[in-house]
T-cell receptor
Framework: QKEVEQNSGPLSVPEGAIASLNCTYS??????FFWYRQYSGKSPELIMF????GDKEDGRFTAQLNKASQYVSLLIRDSQPSDSATYLC???????????FGSGTRLSIRP | GAGVSQSPSNKVTEKGKDVELRCDPI?????LYWYRQRLGQGLEFLIY????????KSGLPSDRFSAERTGESVSTLTIQRTQQEDSAVYLC????????????FGPGTRLLVL
């Protein structure tokens, strides 16, 4: 079992709809969770981080964390074509020494 | 201030040659990470430096890979006797401290081994 798992996609969502991206992790002791966006040929950039169970909202983005289920998700409201990218879920391991990345979900927003 | 910088941006080499990749972290950032990203794949952790502590080398794929960092500044990743499967983008990231701090990525070095 991979440490951080994501559906590779592609996930196709119509413009204006909500895009929902999911991630599961295996290390129950993990404390910090991150979502990065990576455009083709570019480096990852941080969108959201979350430490506590529940929801965290920032503009059109909402991160959701459920530690009991070892599940973290990212919702993108009012999806725009510029949101088309690969979204990487990342988890800091329980020793807080390194961040493990999932393989990413490719999101495509269709006009 | 300046972000994370990496050099060279692109490197083409012949199989069997050694290559050295450089990363300049954000000034004041004590934590530095190296990742490898193959085409269409996620990020593969290679090595992590935190201040003057012993680095976490658990992600290095073979003994052909090594990395050094001088204090809290520049880091170099060296790949000896390169193989074609080493072709990838090598990304460096830095963060203020270890733990829950977020990482800032450099632009990467695109390595192609012929």
């Amino acid at each position: 079992q991979k440490e951080v798992e994501q559906n590779s996609g592609p996930l196709s969502v119509p413009e204006g709809a909500i895009a929902s991206l999911n991630c599961t992790y295996s290390d129950r002791g993990s404390q910090s969770f991150f979502w990065y966006r990576q455009y083709s040929g570019k480096s990852p950039e941080l969108i959201m981080f979350i430490y506590s169970n529940g929801d965290k909202e920032d503009g059109r983005f909402t991160a959701q964390l459920n530690k009991a289920s070892q599940y973290v998700s990212l919702l993108i409201r009012d999806s725009q074509p510029s949101d088309s990218a690969t979204y990487l879920c990342a988890v800091m391991d329980s020793s807080a020494s390194k961040i493990i990345f999932g393989s990413g979900t490719r999101l495509s927003i269709r006009p | 201030g300046a972000g994370v910088s990496q050099s060279p941006s692109n490197k083409v080499t012949e199989k069997g040659k050694d290559v050295e990749l450089r990363c300049d972290p954000i000034s004041g950032h004590t934590a530095l990470y190296w990742y490898r990203q193959r085409l269409g794949q996620g990020l593969e952790f290679l090595i992590y430096f935190q201040g003057n502590s012993a680095p976490d080398k658990s992600g290095l794929p073979s003994d052909r890979f090594s990395a050094e960092r001088t204090g809290e500044s520049v880091s170099t990743l060296t790949i000896q006797r390169t193989q074609q499967e080493d072709s990838a983008v090598y990304l460096c990231a830095s963060s203020l401290t270890r733990g829950s701090e977020t990482q800032y990525f450099g632009p990467g070095t695109r390595l192609l081994v012929l």
